[in-house]
């Protein structure tokens, strides 16, 4: 079982930044893949970015390709999401996932476990 909180999400406002954490425990906390997801009001959830269990594979939705960067300390076991250039259109409540298995995976189905969300709020 592997137990994920996010924190680091608020109001910014269009071109600014913020960084997001995902805090992770359980006996493979440290050893799964790991993703951040959004889902804006009146929308499904989407893949945003994606990280394997060593950090050494990464990969982004074209949205965020160049704005968003996704990293993993696996000593503290915490993953971070940092977003630069925000826009109007990244306003969604962002959710940090964990894979039960190896293997590196972009659609949420392929995600075990979840976090509660946190709302990031980008003014123009």
């Known amino acids: 079982q592997v137990q994920l909180v996010e924190s680091g999400g608020g109001l910014v406002q269009a071109g600014g930044s913020l960084r997001l954490s995902c805090a992770a425990s359980?006996?493979?906390?440290?050893?799964?893949?790991m993703g951040w997801f959004r889902q804006a009001p009146g929308k499904e959830r989407e893949f945003v970015a994606a990280?394997?269990?060593?950090?050494?594979?990464?990969d982004y939705a074209d949205s965020v390709k160049g704005r968003f960067t996704i990293s993993r300390d696996n000593a503290k076991i915490t993953v971070y999401l940092q977003m630069n250039s925000l826009k109007p259109e990244d306003t969604a409540v962002y959710y940090c996932?964990?894979?039960?298995?190896?293997?590196?995976?972009?659609?949420?189905?392929?995600?075990?476990?979840w976090g509660q969300g946190t709302q990031v709020t980008v003014s123009s």
């Open positions: 996932a964990a894979r039960r298995g190896s293997g590196f995976y972009t659609t949420q189905n392929k995600y075990d476990y």
């Open positions: 990280i394997s269990w060593s950090g050494g594979v990464t």
């Open positions: 359980g006996r493979t906390a440290s050893t799964s893949p």
